[in-house]
C-alpha cells in the first residue's frame, strides 16, 4: 500500500498571509502551491474569504491548523471539526493537517501548541483520537512535529519513535517540519540526524522550513526570519530519504514583500535538485 495516501508532490508552496493578498490578486504569481491557517477562515467572512475562495480556483490548497488539540483528554471537537471539513471541501484541499501536541483543557484554549509525554499510554490515546479524526473528514490526517521547550520525565521513548509509531499505528500522514526539529534538537540536545533518520520515509506528505529565533541558550520557533543553513542542510539530508515531497515555506511575523518570500522557498529547489550528494558529504556539513 502507499502510504502517502497517493498524495501529489506539489512542489514549493507559501503560506498565504493577509499581507500578501493584495499582490497576488494583482500579479496571479508563479506559485506552485499555498497553505492556508485553517482557524484563519473557519468563521470569517468577508475579504478574507473571498480572496481564499479566488486563490483556490488558481492553486492547489492545504489547509494547516493550530487548534486541533489531538492529544488532549477533552472529547474531540466535532463542531469545529465540521467547519475544517466544509472548509476542506470549499477549497478542495488536498490534505489537512495540524500538530503533535494539545492547546487546552476543560474547553479552555491556551492559544499555544504543548508538548505531549511519549510514552505508551499517549500512544494509545493520540492513535485512537487520530483515526477518528481521519474517519470523520473522511480523508487522512497529516499531523505536524512541532517546536519544543521542555520535556516529560515520563516520557518513556524519543519524540521520533512516537511519532513513527503513530503513523504506522493511526494510519496518518507526517509533516516534517525541519527547522522544528533544529529547534527542539538545540533545546533538548538529541541528535537531529538520528531524528530525522527514525522518520518513517514512506509517511512523509509535506515539509515545513522556517527561521527562528536563538537566543543563546535556547532557541524559539518565530518564524520570523531567513532558513539558516545548518537547516537548509538537514533538510537536503532528509529529502536524500523521502524523495521530492511538497515543501513550504513559513514566514509569520515580521513578513517582508511577497517576491522576498517567494525567493525563500524557491531556494529549496537547489536543495532538492541536489539530493543525490553522498549521504555523509551532506551528514558532514550539518
Keep these: 500500500m502507499n502510504k502517502r495516501f497517493d498524495l501529489p508532490d506539489l512542489g514549493i508552496g507559501i503560506g498565504l498571509r493577509t499581507t500578501h493578498f493584495s499582490h497576488i490578486l494583482a500579479t496571479w504569481p508563479e506559485v506552485d502551491w499555498f497553505e492556508a491557517l485553517t482557524e484563519n477562515f473557519l468563521d470569517t467572512g ?6 481564499l475562495d479566488r486563490v483556490a480556483e488558481r492553486y492547489p490548497i492545504v489547509l494547516h491548523g493550530v487548534s486541533l488539540s489531538i492529544g488532549s ?81 515520563r516520557s518513556s521513548m524519543p519524540e521520533h519513535e512516537f511519532l513513527a509509531r503513530l503513523a504506522n499505528e493511526a494510519d496518518c500522514g507526517l509533516l516534517l517540519d525541519v527547522n ?42 518565530t518564524h520570523d526570519d531567513h532558513v539558516i543553513d545548518e537547516v537548509w542542510n538537514l533538510y537536503q539530508h532528509a529529502v536524500g530519504r523521502t524523495g ?12 517582508p514583500s511577497f517576491d522576498v518570500v517567494h525567493a525563500e522557498a524557491r531556494k529549496a529547489l537547489r536543495y532538492r535538485d541536489a539530493r543525490a550528494r553522498p549521504e555523509s558529504e551532506v551528514a558532514g556539513a550539518l
Excluded: M
Excluded at 472529547?75 to 500538530?99: E, Q
Excluded at 521530492?244 to 513578513?255: C, F, G, M, P, Q
Design 180 to 221: 522544528n526539529v533544529y529547534v527542539s534538537s538545540f533545546n533538548h540536545g538529541f541528535d537531529l540526524v538520528a531524528y530525522i533518520d527514525a522518520i518513517p520515509a514512506d509517511r512523509v506528505v509535506q515539509y515545513h522550513l522556517a527561521g527562528h529565533t536563538n537566543n543563546g541558550t535556547h532557541i524559539i520557533d
Design 73 to 153: 483528554t477533552d472529547p474531540l471537537d466535532f463542531n469545529y471539526l465540521a467547519k475544517v471539513k466544509a472548509l476542506a471541501s470549499r477549497t478542495r484541499a488536498v490534505w489537512v493537517s495540524d500538530h503533535l501536541c494539545w492547546t487546552g483543557v476543560s474547553g479552555r484554549n491556551t492559544h499555544d501548541l504543548l508538548p505531549l509525554p511519549y510514552d505508551e499510554a499517549t500512544l494509545r490515546h493520540v492513535a485512537t483520537r487520530v483515526r477518528e479524526v481521519s474517519d470523520y473528514l473522511e480523508r487522512p490526517l497529516v499531523l505536524e512535529n512541532p517546536s519544543s521547550y521542555l520535556e516529560f520525565a
Design 46 to 51: 468577508g475579504r478574507p474569504a473571498w480572496v
Design 244 to 255: 521530492s515531497v511538497s515543501t513550504l515555506l513559513e514566514w509569520d511575523a515580521n513578513i
